[in-house]
Every structure is written in C-alpha cells, then in structure tokens.
C-alpha cells in the first residue's frame, strides 16, 4: 500500500523559507524510479502542479510564480523528496501536496498547510 507523508508546513512571514518533505513508503519499485510530484490548492481554486522532480533529482517548475523561488530535490536512500520555497509571497498560501503514480494509480499524501502571512 503505498502511503505518502508531507510535512514541513506552517506560518511563515512574506519573504520566508520552508522546505517541505515527502516521505514514500510501500512503492511498488525502487523510489527511484519514480517521478514525484509537487501540487498545491489554495481555497477556492483548482489543484495545481508546480514542480516534478525525475528519479535522478532534476526538477521542473510548471507555475511560472514559483520560478526561481521554488527547487525540487531528493533523497533516493531514504525515500524522500523535498521542496525548498524561498521568498514566500502571500498568493502562495495553499495546501501542498506530494504525489506518484505507481502501477497507473495516482498516489496522494495527506497535504501540508503553508500560510504566509504577516
């Protein structure tokens, strides 16, 4: 049973960092293999993809608001992924979700809040 767990969220000030993780357990292949997605959803508004991040850890920003902020990496050994935020903007308020297919299925961890606010 695959299980996604995301963590690192919390109330930042504008101009703040956090770094998100991602911690896989129960894929069917090694986690590298696999390409782990980014989204967010803010209140009101569709699920997002910001960032993929390959098996061997090069990343790709899909929001251009978060290009030059955000950088995805990982750890293959111990299957986990991140996501280093910098320069927080209010609009990036949102749940943060991690995600996988595995086997044709897509996989989601529970969310982590991220609130920047002054």
């Known amino acids: 049973q695959v299980q996604l767990a995301e963590s690192g969220g919390g109330l930042v000030q504008p101009g703040g960092s956090l770094r998100l993780s991602c911690a896989a357990d129960?894929?069917?292949?090694?986690?590298?293999?696999?390409?782990i997605s980014w989204y967010r959803q803010a209140t009101g508004k569709q699920r997002e993809v910001i960032t993929t991040?390959?098996?061997?850890?090069?990343?790709?920003n899909f929001a251009n608001s978060v290009q030059g902020r955000f950088a995805g990496s990982r750890d293959n050994a111990e299957s986990v992924a991140y996501l280093q935020m910098n320069s927080l903007k209010s609009e990036d308020t949102a749940m943060y979700y991690c995600?996988?297919?595995?086997?044709?299925?897509?996989?989601w961890g529970q969310g982590t809040q991220v609130t920047v606010s002054s």
């Open positions: 995600s996988v297919v595995d086997r044709g299925t897509r996989h």
């Open positions: 991040i390959t098996g061997s850890g090069d990343f790709t």
């Open positions: 129960g894929l069917t292949y090694s986690f590298s293999e696999y390409v």
